[in-house]
């Protein structure tokens, strides 16, 4: 940082991983073999790039800050299996990426930004067809909502997309102290095992996500009166639906199963097809 005059940027709320336990737990979660394509997400000062192109076959580095370009030429120069993207991975055609750089599957393997975490785990969810894992270092808040079980307060809308379409594990808790700068808060890596199929059947994913948005727009309600007051229907076939799915009215949607959710959805389409 000193050679290259670099400041960890705020803005792009850089924090440089300097411990090199979470790094080792990072690599071992991910299982690399010489096989493996990874793309790394914020390289950062290179770091876990490295150690990433010695187990792998092919490691693209996608940075956005172009001042860390320089320094990351510098230490992958010598690593003929190391791709730089100065890019903004949330505006990266993953479908283009994995043709030219992989030819089919690949895994993730980051130090997530915390501004943009969600939408990065959405976007590796929403490419599950191409990813086939991701290992990613996260604030330790959104980690416990991706494990979170059912009747937990952290378990949501997003612990829910993400267990739909992924087996999630808890790999490591990561200090504040582990980063120069430290953040104010402690981070953790989990791992995601990408599925090609939901692990519950859905007839309309649309639908089902509608109802579950709908079921934790007020948390604070009976899942009732949070469907009623969110989705197009009366208290009469919101009350009809529930029935049919075998939910009790006065439950809350940090307490239903995924399956439930499914049964709800399901029920809901029979209504609104009917009307």
């Known amino acids: ?5 670099i400041r960890p940027s705020k803005r792009l709320g850089q924090h440089f991983l300097i411990d090199e336990a979470p790094l080792k737990a990072m690599l071992d979660a991910a299982d690399l073999n010489e096989t493996d394509g990874v793309m790394e997400i914020g390289p950062g000062l290179g770091v876990l790039t490295l150690e990433l192109s010695r187990r792998a076959r092919k490691v693209v580095a996608v940075e956005k800050d172009p001042a860390l370009i320089p320094v990351l030429e510098k230490l992958t120069k010598s690593y003929k299996n190391i791709c730089l993207l100065n890019e903004d991975v949330l505006k990266l055609d993953i479908e283009k990426l994995a043709r030219e750089h992989f030819g089919g599957k690949f895994k993730v393997v980051a130090n997530l930004p915390y501004y943009i975490t969600s939408p990065i785990i959405m976007k590796i969810i929403n490419n599950r067809h191409l990813i086939e894992m991701a290992v990613i270092m996260i604030q330790k808040e959104v980690a416990e909502r991706l494990t979170a079980k059912p009747g937990s307060r952290d378990y949501g809308i997003l612990s829910i997309a993400v267990q739909l379409y992924a087996e999630v594990d808890f790999v490591c808790h990561v200090a504040s102290s582990a980063f120069l ?75 239903l199963k995924i399956e439930e959710f499914a049964l709800l959805a399901r029920e809901i389409a029979k209504i609104l097809t009917c009307n």
Not at 1 to 5: I, L
Not at 215 to 244: H, I, M
């Open 1 to 5: 940082m000193r050679e290259f005059g």
């Open 181 to 255: 700068p430290p953040p104010k808060v402690d981070s953790a890596v989990v791992r995601l095992r990408l599925k090609d199929f939901p692990s519950v059947p859905l007839e309309d994913e649309r639908l089902f996500f509608r109802v579950v948005e709908a079921a934790f727009g007020e948390r604070r309600k009976t899942v009732k009166n949070s469907l009623k007051s969110r989705l197009s229907l009366s208290p009469d076939k919101v009350e009809e639906a529930l029935k049919r799915a075998g939910i009790d009215s006065t439950r809350r949607a940090e307490t």
